[in-house]
T-cell receptor, first 114, second 118 residues
Framework: AQKITQTQPGMFVQEKEAVTLDCTYD???????LFWYKQPSSGEMIFLIY??????QNATEGRYSLNFQKARKSANLVISASQLGDSAMYFC???????????FGKGTMLLVSP | GAGVSQSPRYKVAKRGQDVALRCDPI?????LFWYQQALGQGPEFLTY????????KSGLPSDRFFAERPEGSVSTLKIQRTQQEDSAVYLC????????????????FGAGSRLTVL
């Protein structure tokens, strides 16, 4: 079974609008961490935001926020006020208890139009 | 250095050739990871080092793949007798902390080495 599922291969949004990128995960652990990374065409993975499974508040970092619904095992990324520079691939990832590495989803391509 | 540096950025190899990909992590980072990213896919874990110790190599696809980090800093991923299915971007990442489940221990990635096997 997929540990990280990103069901949206591509998303389109107009500049200045908000967009939500979906991520669901599968784990039986109680302690885990969820990450979002951005990968522009240059190829480098850029860390955006982190949510720990025990964090009571949804994580926020500037224009990025994470809509964490633990019971539904979802960790959707919300980007407010989209900018042209937000056009990139976005990956959701998870670190489970007992592991140092991250498991990534297949990604969502976001295109922001003027 | 300021970030994770990988070289070469692009490598074209003939099938059967050996290749070596280098990763220079952020100075002082304990953990180092290698990932393989096929076109249109997410990164897939290959191997993990804590300092010079290779603690997890469960993702290496075959015994043609070998990684080392002899002095706990620079790492090399070597692929012997390359095959077409090895064509991918190889991403290296480092993180400050070692140990399992180290919370928000963020992985910082390099720009990757794109390998094309003809």
């Amino acid at each position: 079974a997929q540990k990280i599922t990103q069901t949206q291969p591509g998303m389109f949004v107009q500049e200045k609008e908000a967009v939500t990128l979906d991520c669901t995960y599968d784990t039986s652990d109680q302690s885990y961490g969820l990450f979002w990374y951005k990968q522009p065409s240059s190829g480098e993975m850029i860390f955006l935001i982190y949510q720990g499974s025990y964090d009571e508040q949804n994580a926020t970092e500037g224009r990025y926020s994470l809509n964490f619904q633990k019971a539904r095992k979802s960790a959707n990324l919300v980007i407010s006020a989209s900018q042209l520079g937000d056009s990139a691939m976005y990956f959701c990832a998870m670190r489970e208890s007992g592991y140092s590495t991250l498991t990534f989803g297949k990604g969502t391509m976001l295109l922001v139009s003027p | 250095g300021a970030g994770v540096s990988q070289s070469p950025r692009y490598k074209v190899a003939k099938r059967g050739q050996d290749v070596a990909l280098r990763c220079d992590p952020i100075s002082g980072h304990v953990s180092l990871f290698w990932y393989q990213q096929a076109l249109g896919q997410g990164p897939e874990f290959l191997t993990y080092f804590q300092n010079e110790a290779q603690l997890d190599k469960s993702g290496l696809p075959s015994d043609r793949f070998f990684a080392e980090r002899p002095e706990g800093s620079v790492s090399t991923l070597k692929i012997q007798r390359t095959q077409q299915e090895d064509s991918a971007v190889y991403l290296c990442a480092s993180s400050l902390l070692g140990g399992q489940n180290s919370g928000a221990n963020v992985l910082t990635f390099g720009a990757g080495s794109r390998l094309t096997v003809l």
